[in-house]
């Protein structure tokens, strides 16, 4: 950073811990104004101004929210910084596979009750199988015919697995097109007392154990000594798309 660079337009589109150090960082030897780009919606003169009025433009991840600062930058002969860094500097997958899954008592309120009382449910999901179609001929001139074991070819009460589905980097915003809609939680209860997050290292990469690392610690630094970025994962966001009852 220049010494002339005394103010600084620190743009970035989540606070998540390792903005707030830099921007910290940065504040101990220079003059910064933040700007926190929250959704597309962007107020072109407000963002005009801010740029006019810093010496440099200086943004957290080369993302939608860096486009038209730094593109103003240039406009206005200004010098503009991008940081690529977290997750995808750290080599990992864009395609990561996780397992979300209600391990504790669902919680739900009792629908007759006046004092807010609550009640728990222990689920467990099991299969139960459908039998085939029983024909006429299958049940004649046969005694040892068995309707379990005849019409049944799967194992009954297996414990159901759930499937994994594909988490996203965050951008800032929630995009609808990237949440996963299906029917297994249809009827169980967002008020779990235990969610369980399963992210298996080998989805992120080849070597699962490098990748949990790279994952949490962020990559090693360049010199063999093992030490790592600590540019790891800082926030994991869920969302639940949920509906009621009145009275529950």
Known sequence: ????????LFVHNAPTTFVTIDRKLLQQQWQISEWYQRDRFINLAALVQAVCQSDLVFCWFA????FMPVWLARLLDKPALVVVGGYDTANLSSTPRVYLIPVGADVMRAADADNFVTREFHVVDQKLPVPFPIVNSELEGNPNWIPTVDTIFDEMFQIRRHSDFRAYHDSGYLNESEMTFDSRLVGRSVWNTRW???IPGRSLLSDPEEG?????????????TGERTGNGISDIKLFFHTYAYSGN
């Open 1 to 8: 950073m220049t010494p002339t660079a005394n103010r600084i």
């Open 196 to 198: 369980l997050l399963i």
């Open 63 to 66: 993302g939608w929210h860096s």
């Open 212 to 224: 949990l690392e790279r994952f949490i610690n962020g990559p090693e630094l360049i010199g063999g």
